[in-house]
């Protein structure tokens, strides 16, 4: 008997400031905290500790751009 994890994808959509366009825009949410701003596509986490902001997520980006 194997259990399978049933992973569920749920998309949320939520109304935030973003720090990296410095716009009020919506924020599309694939997984849980993690937004994506819809404005300038960025990926952003949700962090709470007693309000919620959103931060820019820092990739470290070792490939090279594609060409
Ligand atoms: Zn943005």
Request: net charge positive; proline share 7%; with cysteine.
């Amino acid at each position: 008997m194997v259990n399978k994890q049933k992973i569920k994808f749920t998309t949320e959509v939520v109304r935030g400031l973003c720090p990296e366009c410095e716009q009020n825009t919506v924020l599309v949410s694939f997984v849980p905290d993690f937004f994506r701003c819809t404005l300038c596509g960025n990926d952003l986490k949700q962090h709470i500790n007693g309000k919620i902001s959103y931060l820019p997520i820092t990739v470290s980006s070792d490939k090279p751009p594609l060409l």
